[in-house]
């Protein structure tokens, strides 16, 4: 995937993330549609906070950093849901939930920048 903001790293990361969910959302569908939607939404919603804060300052910004944490979080959680389940094959799950703690910890470093 080309690089569209190439000076806000955690954006890219999080277009990384969504690229690796395609098929373990389908797979997890198959078992469960409700984690399936939350996981895609989860997702989603990492890269459109993270969006958001680019265009903020101050406290919104800081709103949009910490949701799109919580988001990464989240998503994390519905990948080793699935993986408990037996739904998604640990490898592809294991590099999403990889490519979600990336961008958390992106996130987090700009929340508590000095």
Do not use: K
């Not at 999080?14 to 989860?42: F, G, K, M, N, T």
């Not at 998503?75 to 094959?89: E, S």
């Not at 640990?90 to 508590?112: F, I, S």
């Amino acid at each position: 995937m080309s690089q569209p903001h190439p000076t806000f790293r955690p954006l890219q990361l999080a277009y990384d993330l969504i690229a690796a969910l395609p098929e373990l959302v389908r797979a997890v569908a198959r078992h469960d549609r409700p984690l399936a939607d939350q996981l895609r939404r989860a997702a989603q919603s990492v890269a459109l906070n993270l969006a958001e804060a680019r265009g903020h300052a101050g406290g919104n910004r800081r709103l949009r950093l910490q949701s799109a944490l919580g988001s990464a979080y989240e998503t994390q959680t519905a990948l080793r849901v699935a993986q408990a389940w037996g739904y998604v094959p640990n490898a592809p799950a294991d590099r999403a939930y990889e490519l979600a703690d990336r961008v958390a910890a992106a996130c987090w470093r700009m929340l508590h920048a000095r």
